[in-house]
């Protein structure tokens, strides 16, 4: 439990500054330093720790320096199970429910504030919710049975854009990106494989007819994209560059696969043996293999940081300048100025696949080097670019001669990184038995529930910091629809649905983005759930 300081000055606190943490009665319960962490984003980062206190309650933190009060929060909630009291019905029903009601196509679930309805975004929202039903353990039978409708409903809508691309003459096994468009796209295709072979696992004792057709939309998925890809459309690819943080005026290459596509395919490949496939073993440690030998070596760190991954294999097309992928890449469903090749580009090092594999097939003969692999990425990049910022969020990735940024090349804010950071944060605190991921965690959750860098508010203006979940929490901001448990955008460093070239100088949360989109509130559901399941096995979630 962390409360964060933040001042445009250097020396807004003394070194002798602490907190007190009073009870509802107004009883000082702990006490400590308020310390300074130092500057970022061009402000000044002071934290008070005051994890220990282990009563629930409401209590009250002042910031005091000397006898001055600088500061006094609103009531702070301590207890068990906080976020998920407030979070999981709300957004897994009544969000979902309402959205399904809105729907264009009367399939699935109006998705962002316009009524769009992306396929990857439902892919997302529908692997979150699986991600509810496999971990959470507590589920009354009446909330699983939802859960499982919620999971076949927006199923319904990726299947009906399979089936569309087919119509089209597009191909067998292909989807559409949107019902309207005409638009492949690898990674879709690629993550509708995965996960049709999820649901179909999922779903095969309680709606056996649809996993019995989910099954087939998963191999077909996987075959045509193994067949066919990369995709690679022709247009103008004003964007591209921006978000890759490749060259300017750079293309993508035809003959080349992103990465986070390659980790996709190796994840459905997973999910289809899970599903009972079990000639997609080998074709999951094949894909496995091509996505290792794209991780960056130690010798050649970005700034201290080593074992993410390059985008691709060969960068002769880039002049030589070799780029690693970034966090999210998704800018926009409408096909102009190169949106088309990073539409859906949601997962952020997602490796979740390849922790699978050691799970499966702990004595494979490459299991040792997916384990070096993780463990490259883990220590190498991932805990270490967290712990770069006061609140451990993900960066947005290194980008060539400007360094690690966070909120630059973005279309609009992408809270879904954080979330699925969170996910990945416990993934490796259970992979590795290392607390220090837990931490990286909780900041992910907590940024978005609202210990966060804050909007400029008030007169005078201050920062203050908000709840991204509307209608939850008491201070919420967000959300075009009002829908209740909308995940909105979240900060970004260029105006929603604009986007600036990636500068260290301009590298600030500046904006808040408040459209609120279902790729950002079902992960932030999942983390949840996989928190919960943690908290309860005492750090050892099954």
Not at 71 to 91: E, H, Q
Not at 317 to 326: A, I, P, Y
Request: charged share 25%.
């Amino acid at each position: 439990m962390r409360a964060i300081v933040r001042s445009d000055e250097e020396h807004y606190l003394s070194s002798a500054a602490e907190f007190k943490l009073l009870d509802c009665e107004g009883e000082q319960v702990i006490a400590g330093p308020v310390r300074m962490w130092g500057q970022k984003w061009k402000s000044w980062w002071w934290v008070a720790d005051f994890s220990g206190v282990r009563a629930k309650g409401e209590y009250v933190l002042l910031v005091m320096d000397g006898q001055t009060e600088v500061a006094r929060s609103d009531p702070i909630v301590v207890g068990r199970s906080v976020l998920w009291s407030n979070c999981f019905k709300t957004i897994a029903f009544d969000f979902l429910d309402t959205r399904a009601k809105q729907a264009r196509t009367r399939k699935g679930w109006k998705d962002c504030g316009s009524d769009l309805q992306e396929f990857s975004s439902h892919v997302v929202a529908v692997d979150g919710l699986c991600d509810v039903v496999e971990t959470y353990a507590d589920l009354t039978p009446n909330e699983r049975h939802k859960l499982l409708e919620q999971i076949v409903n927006g199923c319904t809508y990726l299947a009906h854009l399979q089936d569309k691309a087919e119509q089209l003459g597009l191909g067998r096994g292909a989807v559409l990106h949107e019902d309207r468009q005409d638009h492949i796209v690898t990674g879709n295709v690629a993550k509708g494989a995965m996960i049709f072979a999820r649901a179909s696992r999922l779903l095969k004792t309680s709606h056996a007819d649809k996993s019995a057709e989910y099954l087939p939309r998963a191999d077909l998925a996987f075959q045509w994209i193994a067949k066919h890809g990369p995709i690679v459309n022709e247009e103008e690819q004003k964007f591209y560059p921006h978000v890759h943080g490749a060259p300017i005026g750079s293309r993508p290459p035809k003959d080349q696969w992103m990465t986070r596509d390659l980790a996709m395919m190796a994840r459905a490949a997973v999910e289809l043996y899970k599903a009972g496939r079990q000639e997609y073993k080998k074709i999951a440690v094949a894909y496995a293999d091509r996505v290792m030998n794209r991780q960056v070596p130690q010798d050649q760190s970005e700034d201290g940081l080593y074992g993410h991954f390059y985008t691709y294999d060969d960068f002769t097309s880039f002049g030589g300048v070799r780029f690693t992928e970034k966090a999210n890449i998704h800018c926009g469903a409408w096909s102009k100025q190169g949106r088309i090749y990073n539409k859906g580009g949601h997962y952020p090092h997602y490796l979740l696949g390849l922790i699978e594999m050691v799970d499966l097939w702990p004595e494979h003969a490459q299991a040792e080097k997916w384990k070096r692999c993780l463990w490259n990425f883990a220590y190498g990049y991932f805990l270490p670019a967290c712990q770069r910022s006061p609140f451990l969020i993900l960066p947005a990735g290194y980008y060539h001669n400007e360094g690690l940024l966070y909120f630059s090349s973005w279309y609009h804010g992408h809270n879904n990184i954080y979330a699925f950071a969170a996910s990945l944060a416990l993934e490796f605190e259970k992979f590795f038995k290392d607390a220090r991921f837990r931490q990286i965690a909780v900041g992910n959750l907590q940024w978005i529930a609202g210990l966060n860098c804050g909007v400029t508010e008030g007169n005078p203006p201050g920062y203050v910091p908000v709840s991204m979940v509307s209608g939850i929490g008491r201070r919420y901001r967000g959300s075009w629809t009002r829908i209740s448990g909308s995940v909105c955008n979240g900060f970004s460093a260029s105006e929603q649905f604009r986007m600036a070239r990636p500068a260290a100088n301009a590298d600030l949360p500046r904006y808040f983005d408040d459209e609120a989109y279902i790729a950002h509130s079902l992960p932030y559901l999942a983390a949840i759930a996989r928190w919960e399941a943690y908290q309860k096995s005492d750090g050892n979630p099954k």
